[in-house]
Nanobody, 124 residues
Framework: VQLQASGGGLVQAGGSLRLTCAAS????????MGWFRQAPGKEREFVLA????????YYADSVKGRFTISRDNAKNTVYLQMNSLKPEDTAVYYC??????????????????WGQGTLVTVSS
């Protein structure tokens, strides 16, 4: 399985960006896809995730009401819509795939495959 993330960039505070993550290769029908982020000097943290099978989602408190995750199963693609961006959202964003996606996990170790990361920079 390969994950290709795209869509990062530089945006002013209050602006919006949309990230895309496309999965290719053999996957299960019950996988989950999530987004994590890692700011300089910090650990990688969970942002949100979505189940391929039923569309259930789970969000970190820090992004609720501002970020939205959606999926296109036919394309094995997920989208991360980020609105009302803040400087503290600045990080490298990674998409990840968990083969066992029946329960959405916030833990890095639950995800089997990772994309290459895309940088999001929010200026104040």
């Amino acid at each position: 399985v390969q994950l290709q993330a795209s869509g990062g960039g530089l945006v002013q505070a209050g602006g919006s960006l949309r990230l895309t993550c496309a999965a290719s290769g053999r996957t299960s029908s019950s996988y989950a896809m999530g987004w994590f982020r890692q700011a300089p000097g910090k650990e990688r943290e969970f942002v949100l995730a979505i189940s391929r099978r039923n569309g259930n989602t789970y969000y970190a408190d820090s992004v609720k009401g501002r970020f939205t995750i959606s999926r296109d199963n036919a394309k094995n693609t997920v989208y991360l819509q980020m609105n009302s961006l803040k400087p503290e959202d600045t990080a490298v964003y990674y998409c990840a795939l968990a083969l066992q996606g029946s329960v959405l996990s916030v833990h890095v170790k639950a995800y089997n495959y990772w994309g290459q990361g895309t940088l999001v920079t929010v200026s104040s």
